[in-house]
C-alpha cells in the first residue's frame, strides 16, 4: 500500500549488514576525499588527498610531462613561487618507496605470527591437556560427593534404628555438612579454571585467523593506501647529500 513519506515509520538495524558499519564509514569517507580530489586538481590518483610538502604544508599536486608522472608542492604554481620544496618528485618513484614501506610492515608483523603460531601451537596442546586433567579432577570429586551422600542416607537410617544416638548424629550430620561444602568448593574452583583455559584456547585460534590474511603486496591501490596510510610528507632536497626526506605516517 503506498502511503505518504509523512507516514512512514523507520526502524533502523532490522536486516543483518551487508558491509559492517566501520567498512562502511570508512568507504564513506574515502568517496568523499575522492570527490574533493576531483574538485580542487580534476584528477583522482592513488596518492590524491595524502601527500604533502613537508615545508610548507600544502598538498602536492599531480604533473605531467609527456614521459612520466610527478608530484610537486602546489605552492610552486606559476606567481605563487612562494615554497623553496621546488624539486618534484616522479610519481612511481613514491609508489616504490611507499608499497616497499607497506610491505616492509607486513612481513616485520607476519615474522612475528609465524613465531606465534609455533608458540601457540605448544600452548594449545598444554591448555587441551590441562582442560582434561582439571575434567577428570572434578569427575573424582563428585564421586567421593556421590559417597558422601550414601553416607548421609546410611546416617539417617542408623538413626532411625537407633544405633547412634541425636548427639552423634548431630556430630556426624556436621561433619557431613562441611564436607560438602569443601566438595561444593572445589567443584566450583575447577569450573573457573577450566573455563579459563577455554578462553585462552579460543583467542589463540582467533588470532590465528585474524593474522593469516597478511601478505605480501604485489602493487598499491587506492583501498590498500586507504588502509595503511594516513598521510605521507615530502621534503625538500638537501643540497649537500642530494637526498630529501619522505616521511610516511
Ligand atoms: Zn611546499
Known amino acids: 500500500m503506498n502511503k505518504p513519506k509523512s507516514k512512514w515509520i523507520r526502524i533502523e538495524n532490522t536486516h543483518e549488514a551487508i558491509i559492517d558499519e566501520e567498512t562502511f564509514k570508512k568507504v564513506q569517507i574515502a568517496m568523499k576525499e575522492r570527490t574533493k580530489a576531483i574538485k580542487t586538481t580534476g584528477i583522482i590518483h592513488n596518492f590524491s588527498g595524502k601527500v604533502f610538502c613537508k615545508e610548507c604544508g600544502r598538498y602536492m599536486r599531480k604533473k605531467n610531462s609527456s614521459k612520466h608522472e610527478y608530484l ?7 606567481g605563487y613561487d612562494d615554497c623553496e620544496n621546488k624539486a618534484s618528485i616522479r610519481y612511481d618513484e613514491l609508489e616504490r618507496i611507499v608499497l616497499d614501506a ?17 608458540k601457540s601451537k605448544n600452548n594449545q596442546n598444554r591448555f587441551t ?3 582434561k586433567s582439571l575434567e577428570h579432577q572434578k569427575k573424582e ?55 579459563y583455559y577455554k578462553a585462552k584456547k579460543e583467542t589463540l585460534e582467533t588470532n590465528k585467523m585474524l593474522f593469516s590474511k597478511y601478505e605480501q603486496l604485489e602493487s598499491l591501490n587506492r583501498i590498500i593506501i586507504e588502509e595503511f596510510i594516513d598521510k605521507i610528507y615530502i621534503s625538500k632536497i ?6 630529501r626526506n619522505i616521511q610516511i605516517k
Not at 102 to 118: H, R, V
Not at 154 to 161: G, P, R, T
Not at 164 to 188: D, M, P
Not at 238 to 243: K, M, Q, V
Open 72 to 78: 610537486v608542492c602546489s605552492n610552486n604554481r606559476d
Open 102 to 118: 607497506i610491505n616492509k610492515k607486513i612481513k616485520a608483523y607476519y615474522d612475528e605470527e609465524i613465531l606465534e603460531q609455533e
Open 129 to 131: 591437556s590441562k582442560i
Open 141 to 195: 570429586i563428585l564421586k567421593k560427593k556421590e559417597k558422601t551422600n550414601n553416607y548421609l542416607k546410611s546416617l539417617y537410617e542408623d538413626k532411625v534404628n537407633g544405633i547412634i544416638n541425636n548427639e552423634q548424629f548431630k556430630e556426624l550430620i556436621n561433619n557431613y555438612n562441611t564436607e560438602e561444602a569443601r566438595y561444593n568448593n572445589r567443584i566450583k574452583a575447577i569450573d573457573e579454571e577450566i573455563n
Open 238 to 243: 638537501n643540497t649537500e647529500t642530494n637526498t
